[in-house]
């Protein structure tokens, strides 16, 4: 708690291989009206010059906010490097923000009210925001108003529905309730969302747009990168799936509730024999108990999307 009895708050910039976008990013960080105010500028161990853009601005900043400088000895995916600042913040609050996008000046403070209005029980909060071209160049206003599946756990699985996660910031209790996320989890809007409706916290929307979100460039797509250039995407993409319902089963370890279970395993089995099939053709011996783990209609059609590929391949 501040001076001015609000709540300390923490604004973590992730970055990764951004060096284009970074300095404007930074400053809008550096440019928030809210206090008090932790921000942690953060590299995931880029190879381009991002990090030395963010330790210039930061040795040159000389405003109210205190400002943590840290640098990944490896990359760590987005589920480590969450967990990694994690461990460094200090904030009641976290509002995420990515190394290509741009927040507007009041976002923290529109965050920390629409939280404080709902008496802090809010475990995640998300915005409108104005998508941006990579150069740029304004697209248009995107809201989520509707997102009327958002109101429980069970409904948010089912339709597999997110916050963007461009716009998020989550109470820190969500971490100390349910610990670190997985090795390996890429799409953290999903795993927040999911874990603050299990444990019964609202997920609160702010219907301003808050970030200026540069369209089809972020993180999560540059983590098709050199360790995946041997490797499809949709292997990847498959992989981040399974990873994603690992994660839910994690979860459910904290809050449990059967029926949620029940749909969360059902896709760990459905993506872990997907991948499966894009190894090899299983043998019937092995093809007899994916039938019983996800069913003959399933398996019949990765069997036949296995045979076609192979087909399409020699000719």
């Known amino acids: 708690m501040g001076e001015n009895g609000k709540p300390l708050v923490t604004f973590a910039l992730f970055a990764y291989n951004q060096?284009?976008?970074?300095?404007?990013?930074?400053?809008?960080?550096?440019?928030?009206?809210?206090?008090?105010?932790?921000?942690?500028?953060?590299?995931?161990?880029?190879?381009d010059a991002t990090f030395e853009i963010m330790r210039e601005m930061a040795d040159c900043y000389t405003g109210p906010h205190s400002v943590v400088l840290n640098r990944?000895?490896?990359?760590?995916?987005?589920?480590?490097?969450?967990?990694?600042?994690?461990?460094?913040?200090?904030?009641?609050?976290i509002v995420a923000a990515a190394g290509d996008d741009?927040?507007?000046?009041?976002?923290?403070?529109?965050?920390?009210?629409?939280?404080?209005?709902?008496?802090?029980?809010?475990?995640?909060?998300?915005?409108?925001?104005i998508m941006i071209t990579e150069a740029g160049a304004l697209i248009g206003e995107r809201?989520?108003?509707?997102?009327?599946?958002?109101?429980?756990?069970?409904?948010?699985?089912?339709?597999?529905?997110?916050?963007?996660?461009?716009?998020?910031?989550?109470?820190?209790?969500?971490?100390?309730?349910?610990?670190?996320?997985?090795?390996?989890?890429?799409h953290e809007d999903?795993?927040?969302t999911f874990r603050s409706l299990l444990a019964g916290r609202p997920v609160t929307y702010v219907d301003r747009p808050l970030v200026f979100y540069r369209y089809a460039v972020g993180i999560t797509?540059?983590?098709?990168?050199?360790?995946?250039?041997?490797?499809?995407?949709?292997?990847?993409?498959?992989?981040?799936l399974r990873t994603d319902a690992l994660q839910r089963l994690d979860d459910l370890k904290v809050?449990?509730?059967?029926?949620i279970e029940a749909a969360a395993s059902s896709a760990w089995n459905k993506y872990d024999v997907a991948l499966r099939f894009e190894e090899s053709m299983p043998g019937l011996f092995e093809l007899t108990g994916l039938f019983r783990r996800v069913g003959i209609a399933c398996v019949a059609r990765l069997v036949i999307k296995r045979l076609v590929n192979t087909w399409r391949k020699r000719c």
């Open 19 to 47: 060096e284009k976008y970074i300095r404007e990013a930074v400053e809008a960080a550096l440019t928030q009206d809210y206090s008090p105010l932790e921000i942690i500028l953060s590299d995931d161990c880029s190879i």
């Open 72 to 93: 990944n000895t490896r990359n760590l995916n987005v589920g480590g490097h969450i967990n990694n600042v994690n461990r460094l913040s200090n904030g009641e609050l």
């Open 102 to 129: 741009i927040s507007q000046p009041d976002r923290v403070s529109r965050l920390v009210d629409a939280w404080l209005a709902t008496g802090k029980k809010s475990g995640l909060l998300h915005s409108a925001c």
């Open 143 to 186: 809201g989520f108003p509707a997102l009327e599946e958002l109101k429980s756990a069970e409904s948010a699985i089912v339709n597999n529905v997110r916050v963007m996660g461009a716009t998020e910031a989550w109470d820190r209790r969500l971490f100390n309730s349910y610990g670190d996320f997985r090795d390996g989890l890429v």
């Open 190 to 192: 999903q795993a927040l």
């Open 221 to 240: 797509a540059s983590y098709f990168g050199p360790a995946a250039r041997n490797t499809s995407k949709r292997v990847i993409e498959l992989g981040r």
């Open 255 to 259: 809050f449990p509730n059967p029926l």
